[in-house]
């Protein structure tokens, strides 16, 4: 099994910045790929980005791209997702997930208990 605890949401201002961390426990952490995932209040969740195993290749929502950057440190059993240039639809509940296998893929085995990110306008 694998444990997630994500940390690093708030409430920010439009055009702020933050950076979530998803620290994981368990079982080998770099043999999964990570995804962030956001879900808004009233909302389905939805898939914000995803990293490979070895860091070396990324995917990102089309609403997020050039603002948001998702990495990892297989040392620290940490991944991240740098936010820039948030805007107020950026607000919701973030969770990080690990993926099946080690590249990117749709399907998520583990799941974090999420933070809470609001953006004020």
């Known amino acids: 099994q694998v444990q997630l605890v994500e940390s690093g949401g708030g409430l920010v201002q439009a055009g702020g910045s933050l950076r979530l961390s998803c620290a994981a426990s368990?079982?080998?952490?770099?043999?999964?790929?990570m995804g962030w995932f956001r879900q808004a209040p009233g909302k389905e969740r939805e898939f914000v980005a995803a990293?490979?195993?070895?860091?070396?290749?990324?995917n990102y929502a089309g609403s997020v791209k050039g603002r948001f950057t998702i990495s990892r440190d297989n040392a620290k059993n940490t991944v991240y997702l740098q936010m820039n240039s948030l805007k107020p639809e950026d607000t919701g509940v973030y969770y990080c997930a690990a993926g099946h296998v080690a590249t990117i893929d749709p399907r998520y085995d583990y799941w974090g208990q999420g933070t809470q990110v609001t953006v004020s306008s």
């Open positions: 368990g079982r080998t952490f770099s043999r999964n790929a």
């Open positions: 990293i490979s195993w070895s860091g070396g290749v990324t």
